[in-house]
């Protein structure tokens, strides 16, 4: 179930196309067939290559025997670090700046080190993907293995201070005198988690099919940012952006995964530049796991004082993230803690330890899926030693500013998201006695969380036209991940020049197009859809100023200042004409325009506000009290976000993320074997996502608002809100249905059961 108020801001465009619940776009496309993958592209001659990747997790190749491969049936190359065209150092651990991460030269194949397990050490190119992957299997490698490091507790004493974490945020914030304050409280919480690694599992793997046509490669794959991967890309292979084009119109999931170029598309970009034909390389699914990047272990410190009335005197929030040891990524995991609650006294830190892993990387709602998993349980703790509601809690430590920025908020309605939601969840039925409701053999719990996530604003352009019948044509180099672009965009147009959806084409995932900052953080709703505002704008100006003073048009004339674009009319004042008749009299080729925005600046004050999306979750659990089976019965999220622009997409984005949550409480983690560094599980039958089984009746609510410091519409964005805070809603239920409390995610049966209450029949 979703539901939302109908906005009556004096801002709500016209037609009213925004804000209703247009189906997707691209969704028959996609439920015929039609709408074409990366792998599923398919050129004349093309090629196919295997990736083998290496055996050891640090050491370097002493010998590598390729002879019998090369003589495989069907082979036509077998690349190695010893035949592989030349390329660019890796380079230093951490970029001078921030933007470099993305677009940094990563070679493959380029040395023979070994960096971390299954890192390609070996392409073979066959005529058919069954050859290529025989032919991989002959080759021999064999390694001077050297000792790794792969464990996050056994070297916490190793810790470092990064320069920054990810995306420029500092390492540390402190204000006032936290250890004093601490020590002075009447009542605090001083709790440990651990959070696992985990890893992106979007159903398209990683894929791509590379064609060179003399000097200028085409890269058909799936990227939620093109920009950077045609930047990576042309760093690796020492040639300007500009002879690189980028190709991904359909993207099956990413979740942050597929920012960067990784092995896959640069070994099919060199395999094609020997071989001068197409090459089409994925990722396997176990390949994914080492080599596609992951959200890495962690261990969060959370400490809490408050005084007897439950108001915070001091916030702590410190972390120690495994990275790799050849690039640092820092996961701003505490970093959502300074705008949360106020609090005089408040200090977060990041810490790294260097393991011989491959990086870590984006994963959806980076900081604040581990970090509110962690931070709001502490919150539930903190609410039972001083006998508060949990919600009461949260509303005793509203802030009336940005706690740590001291600057206002754009918009702020968590305190709404709270009360709303206990009032739809039924909160007031909560026993506040862990362990005390029952159902049989059954143990109900309620638990609640809070959630908030940063609005950001990213760099896009985009190019908007019109023809002589009228039919609208909007360019850009966004992505739609499964997210919804495509339909979100298309009503942009639509309502900002006043035509039906049916007169718009919207044409994405080509390098050609304006660059934009591609999908991920949550910006790209915003940030494209800002720039295609803008540049629709910057069309109905010019139509305005033809209709105004060509001797063809029927509006000739018109001094009226006001001018409306509505139901497929111009209107200037009294008079009116049909815009595709007014566009064919007055240009028959039609009009064509730009619009941009920058980053971080869709409004004028956009940077004088503190920005975030918020919300509140709510979820009801079962807790088998023989077996420790936890069954999922409900879960409710009550969101802030801005002008919701589709709520139908809005919701399928809500309703993923809270999955996220209960995957991340009950079943997510990849694990690291600490003697030899590979990831043990790691494919889909031995790492667990939520299914249909485990998801349960689910509903979002949208509370009305509109953040006129956001951007021209009032959105914010959504993608990634509907995670943060979920999974800790869930565990907060897990105890409050046993008196158990389980710090160490996820919450698996080994973990729960031997501390249940004996509970007689």
Known sequence: MTETKTSNHPRETRSGIIGRPFDRIDGPLKVRGDATYAYENTLEGTAFGYILGAAVAKGRIAEIDTAEAERAPAVLLVMTHRN??????????????????????????????????????????????????????????????????????????????????????????????????????????????????????????????????????????????????????????RIPPERVRIISPFIGGGFGSKLIAHADTILAALAAQVLQRPVKIALTRQQMFANAGHRAEMIQQVRLSADTDGRLTGIAHDVWSA???????????????????????????????????????????????????????????????????????????????????????????????????????????????????????????????AAIRPNYIGAATARVAIDGDGRVTARLDMTDIGTGTYTILTQIAADSLG?????????????????????????????????????????????????????????????????SFADGEVRLGHRSASLADLVRRIAPDGFEAEGSVTAGAATPSYKAYSQHSYGAHFAEVAVDCDTGEIRMRRMLAVMGAGRILNPKTARSQIIGGMTWGIGAALMEQTVLDRRYGHFVNHDLAEYHVPINGDVPEMEVVFLEEHDDKANPFGAKGIGELGVCGAGAAVANAIYNATGVRVRDFPITLDKLLPALPVIAI
């Open 84 to 237: 592989a065209p030349a390329q660019p150092d890796f380079g230093p651990a951490v970029t001078p700046t921030v933007p470099e991460v993305f677009t940094r030269a990563r070679p493959a194949l380029n040395s023979e080190r070994v960096r971390y397990y299954d890192e390609p050490v070996a392409l073979v190119v066959a005529e058919t993907f069954e050859a290529a992957r025989a032919a991989a299997g002959l080759i021999k490698v064999r390694y001077d293995e050297e000792p790794g490091l792969y464990d996050l507790s056994g070297h916490v004493a190793d810790a470092y201070a990064p320069k920054r974490t990810n995306a420029g945020f500092e390492t540390d914030s402190v204000i006032g005198d936290f250890e004093s304050a601490f020590a002075a409280a009447p009542v605090k919480v001083d709790a440990t988690y651990r959070t696992p690694f985990e890893h992106h599992n979007p159903m398209e793997p990683h894929a791509t099919l590379a064609a060179w046509s003399g000097n200028e490669l085409t890269i058909h794959t799936s990227a939620q940012t093109l920009a950077n991967f045609r930047a990576g890309v042309a760093s690796t292979l």
């Open 323 to 449: 990275t790799s040891s050849f690039e640092e990524y820092c996961e701003q995991t505490a970093v959502f803690g300074r705008s949360l609650y106020a609090a005089p006294n408040r200090v977060t830190r990041h810490r790294l330890v260097p393991l011989d892993i491959n990086r870590g990387e984006w994963m959806r709602s980076p900081g604040e899926a581990p970090g509110m998993l962690a931070f709001e349980c502490a919150m539930d703790e903190l609410a039972e030693r001083l006998g508060l509601d949990p919600i009461e809690l949260r509303i005793r430590n509203e802030p009336v500013q940005d706690p740590e920025r001291g600057v206002p908020f754009s918009t702020r309605n968590l305190v709404a998201c709270m009360e709303e939601g206990a009032r739809r969840f039924g909160w007031e039925r909560r026993n506040p006695t862990p362990g005390r409701a029952r159902e049989g053999r059954k143990l109900i719990g309620y638990g609640m969380a």
């Open 499 to 563: 035509v039906p959806i049916s007169s718009i084409k919207v044409e994405l995932g080509d390098s050609r197009f304006p660059r934009t900052a591609g999908s991920g953080g949550s910006w790209g709703a915003a940030s494209a859809g800002s720039a295609l505002h803008n540049a629709c704008n910057v069309l109905r100006e010019r139509i305005l100023q033809a209709a105004r003073s060509s001797e063809a048009s029927p509006l000739r004339g018109a001094g009226a200042t006001e001018a």
